[in-house]
């Protein structure tokens, strides 16, 4: 059975008119950027990826090889399309409006360019996370323009460099898996529209905060590990990747819940909202699962820095739905 390319399926939905051809553009744009990094990805150390940059990004985290090259590979393939008002990186502090020698678009373009670092060196998967805004006409786009709850998002996606190289992607009518062809190099269409089981014995957290958690999370995730003689009546596996995209990706290949809660250390939580929250919820709500920050829908939440962080709770949504109730009920 030939399977559908990604340009073929973005070429369907720019005929439905689900897309124009210019989004169309920024997503081919986009996966073709991560080719490039899956690529560095694999080459390791022999392609001058690992260790680190002696820089700080605007996390104060220490940058590694692999952070500055994806960032700049996605800079560069974004620059010139035409498509483009503007961007926002992780890796970078302030807005990078579309150099004014070349055309601006209508779409805003945000990304985590290397989710994970902390997992490069010792060959663990990490991946790039991107989210669609549209630029409102005729302004200047300034951190003002990009400060939209995701909700507004037009597109999300991300890419997981594993033991095979996976895009996931949505444009709001479900979300769609698509994996590396290595001797095409293209992306083909794997997972037609992704369902996340809406109940889950797997939860993904990192247990080394526990100390630190609200009473709330820490009843759930004792209920849990109660297993069968506990109030679930049943046992629950753990999974924790520390990154992002790959437990995201477990979370919609087989359900499960992620979770990274606010605590006394990290007060507003650990992830970024606008980058890797963000299109992670539209992806996930899009696969019938729910994605809150303990107690609102995380689409609906109005951004007020570019950089803000975000607790997170993802994935099947019985789980996330009672997760949400025990925070209302604190
Ligand atoms: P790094 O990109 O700094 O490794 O952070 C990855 C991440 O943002 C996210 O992908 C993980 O789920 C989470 O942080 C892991 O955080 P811990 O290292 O505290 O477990």
Redesign the pocket.
Known sequence: MRRASLTQFLIERQRAGRINADLRLLIETIARACKAISTRVNKGSLGGGHGSAGSENVQG?IQKNLDVMSNEILLEANEWGGNLAALVSEEMEDVKPTPTHYPRGEYLLLFDPL?????IDVNISVGTIFSVLRCPKGVEPDEKVFLQPGRNQVAAGFAVYGPTTQLVITVGDGAYGFTLDRETFTFVLTQERIKIPEDTAEFAI?TSNMRRWEPPVKRYIDECLAGKDGPRGKDFNMR?V????A?VYRVLSRGGIFM?PRDSKNKDG??RLMY?ANPMAFIVEQAGGAATDGRNRILDIQPHKLHQRIAVVLGSKNEVDRVTSYHANS
Not at 115 to 119: I, R
Not at 242 to 245: E, H, K
């Open positions: 985290e989710d994970g670092s902390s997992n990192n924790w520390a990154s992002m995209v437990d990274y650990r992830l890797e």
